[in-house]
C-alpha cells in the first residue's frame, strides 16, 4: 500500500518567517494530496489540496507545489504567525484509500 | 451548522468489554470514514463507507466492526476491548467518494485498562 513520509517532525520559526514542510509519497497511482492542521483537541482542519493534474496552488499565505517525478510534496507557509502554531499533516490518496504522514508539529515564535 | 459530531468525547473501557462509537454528518455527505490516531503515527484508515449501505475495510480493520445506520450516521464498534485499542478515534466525511476533502470531528478519546 501507499507510504507517506514527513519532515521534519519538528520545527520552530520566527513569527513572520517562512516554514517548509516536506512530504513523500510510494505509489505513483496516488492523485489527490491535502494538507490538513490540527489544534490540540480538535479534529484535522483541512487548509490546502493539489491534485496529480496540478503543480503548484496558492492561497493567501499558503502554497503547496507537487513533483510528481519525484513523488513529492510540499506546503509553504510565509509571513507565519503565533496562530499558525499547530500540527500539520499531509496526506495521499487512491479512490477512498488515504495514507497520511506522521505530523510536522510547527511552533511560531513571537 | 455542526458539521461532523461524535459522541462520546471520552471514555474508559476495561479489557475485554465492548462500546460503540458514534459519528453523524449534518452536511449531506455521501462518504463516511473512521479513523484511529496514535502518538507519531498520523491518522490510520479503520473503516470506510463510500455511500450509503456499503462498507469496506481500511489499512488496519482487525478487532473493529462498523455500520453506516443511514446516509448521516456511521459507527464504530469494539466487540471486545483490548490495551492496543487505546486511541483517539476520528470520524470525517466527505461529498463523495475518493479524492475529495474530508471533515473531520474532533474526536473520542478512548482509554483501554
Known amino acids: 500500500?501507499?507510504?507517506?513520509e514527513q519532515h521534519p517532525s519538528t520545527?520552530?520559526?520566527?513569527?513572520?518567517?517562512?516554514?517548509?514542510?516536506?512530504?513523500?509519497?510510494?505509489?505513483?497511482?496516488?492523485?489527490?494530496?491535502?494538507?490538513?492542521?490540527?489544534?490540540l483537541g480538535k479534529g484535522?482542519?483541512?487548509?490546502?489540496?493539489?491534485?496529480?493534474?496540478?503543480?503548484?496552488?496558492?492561497?493567501?499565505?499558503?502554497?503547496v507545489t507537487?513533483?510528481?517525478?519525484?513523488?513529492h510534496f510540499s506546503l509553504h507557509i510565509t509571513e507565519t504567525q503565533p496562530e499558525d502554531s499547530a500540527v500539520y499533516f499531509c496526506a495521499a490518496s487512491i479512490g477512498m484509500d488515504m495514507r497520511f504522514g506522521a505530523g510536522t508539529r510547527l511552533t511560531v515564535k513571537p | 451548522n455542526?458539521?461532523?459530531?461524535?459522541?462520546?468525547?471520552?471514555?474508559?473501557?476495561k479489557t475485554g468489554q465492548?462500546?460503540?462509537?458514534q459519528c453523524a454528518q449534518d452536511m449531506n455527505h455521501n462518504s463516511m470514514y473512521w479513523y484511529r490516531q496514535d502518538p507519531g503515527m498520523g491518522l490510520r484508515l479503520i473503516y470506510?463507507?463510500?455511500?450509503?449501505?456499503?462498507?469496506?475495510?481500511?489499512?488496519?480493520p482487525n478487532g473493529y466492526?462498523?455500520?453506516?445506520?443511514?446516509?448521516?450516521?456511521?459507527?464504530?464498534?469494539?466487540?471486545?476491548?483490548?490495551?492496543?485499542?487505546?486511541?483517539?478515534?476520528?470520524?470525517?466525511?466527505?461529498?463523495?467518494?475518493?479524492?475529495?476533502p474530508q471533515h473531520f470531528g474532533d474526536g473520542t478519546r478512548l482509554s483501554i485498562l
Request: glycine share 6%.
Open chain 2, 2 to 13: 455542526a458539521g461532523v459530531t461524535q459522541t462520546p468525547k471520552f471514555q474508559v473501557l
Open chain 2, 18 to 21: 465492548s462500546m460503540t462509537l
Open chain 1, 44 to 63: 484535522p482542519q483541512l487548509i490546502i489540496d493539489i491534485r496529480s493534474n496540478v503543480g503548484e496552488k496558492k492561497d493567501q499565505r499558503i502554497a
Open chain 1, 11 to 39: 520545527l520552530s520559526v520566527q513569527e513572520g518567517d517562512s516554514a517548509v514542510i516536506k512530504c513523500t509519497y510510494s505509489d505513483s497511482a496516488s492523485n489527490y494530496f491535502p494538507w490538513y492542521k490540527q489544534e
Open chain 2, 48 to 60: 470506510y463507507s463510500a455511500s450509503e449501505g456499503t462498507t469496506d475495510k481500511g489499512e488496519v
Open chain 1, 1 to 4: 500500500g501507499e507510504n507517506v
Open chain 1, 66 to 71: 507537487l513533483n510528481k517525478t519525484a513523488k
Open chain 2, 65 to 100: 466492526n462498523v455500520s453506516r445506520l443511514n446516509k448521516r450516521e456511521f459507527s464504530l464498534r469494539l466487540e471486545s476491548a483490548a490495551p492496543s485499542q487505546t486511541s483517539v478515534y476520528f470520524c470525517a466525511s466527505s461529498e463523495e467518494a475518493g479524492g475529495q
